[in-house]
């Protein structure tokens, strides 16, 4: 099966859990559309487990683009490798366990990925003159910081489903649920492709959810605190 996630945010354990909730093994895979790191309190540990995982694909959020901006002009501009590890480690609670391999790892993530059936991306598409962009003619900061392409009115025009995160659904519904827009005529969506777009930021990091989706049936599943809820 293959499931989707986003703005884990450092949440180790709960992260776990959900992979275990969900029954995540061999065969399956995982798209993980950014802010994996900052906020939580083993944002570097949850990041070497993602990139050590082969049936993982991480693409970079705001998190990981200012950690990767920052990284790189530390590396060219002040001392090398020793210096810039133990600078960049200040900025987590378990930065200790940051090595230049994660780092390296993390700045050369890509900022969008492409399946048959849905495009994955941190912010979601930006807006030029009423037209939703393709990916590729996006400026990178805006596929990790758009704040528009959340608008309900805003839908792409395309054959494949846009997956995104970064604002927590919370701030349009008041719920930390996933939130779907079918495409014309579909009520209940039975596979991604019968989506418009899915957003979907369960706001970890402000009310404890983290949810994910089955981008092969639209099953959605949820783990908050010491407790799960299924949808």
């Known amino acids: 099966m293959r499931w ?13 859990r959900l992979l275990d909730k969900i029954g995540f093994g061999e065969g399956d ?7 994996f790191l900052d906020k939580g309190p083993e944002p570097i540990r949850l990041a070497k487990m ?41 900025r987590f609670p378990d930065g200790e366990k940051l090595t230049e391999e994660i780092a390296e790892a993390i700045a050369a993530l890509p900022l969008w990925l492409e399946e048959s059936d849905f495009i994955g ?12 962009l393709p990916p590729e003619e996006a ?11 959340k608008e309900p009115n805003v839908l792409p ?19 930390d649920e996933i939130l779907f827009y079918p495409r014309p005529g579909i009520a209940h969506p039975r596979e991604i492709g019968d989506c418009i777009k899915v957003h979907i930021d369960t706001g970890t990091y402000l009310g404890g959810v983290l949810g994910c989706i089955c981008l092969d049936d639209c099953r959605t599943c949820y783990v908050r605190g010491a407790g799960i809820i299924v949808g």
């Open 4 to 16: 989707c996630v986003s703005d884990i945010h450092g949440y180790y354990g709960l992260f776990c």
């Open 29 to 35: 895979t995982l798209y993980v559309l950014g802010d």
């Open 50 to 90: 993602l990139l050590s995982m082969p049936e993982v694909r991480c693409i970079k959020g705001n998190h990981e683009y200012d950690f990767a901006r920052e990284y790189r002009f530390r590396m060219q501009n002040e001392g090398g490798r020793v210096e810039t590890i133990a600078k960049m480690r200040a």
């Open 121 to 132: 991306v941190h912010a979601g598409l930006p807006v030029r003159a009423g037209r939703v």
């Open 139 to 149: 400026e990178p900061s805006f596929l990790v910081n758009d704040r528009n392409f």
């Open 157 to 175: 025009a395309s054959d494949k489903c846009v997956i995104y995160g970064h604002t927590p659904v919370r701030y349009l519904t008041g719920r």
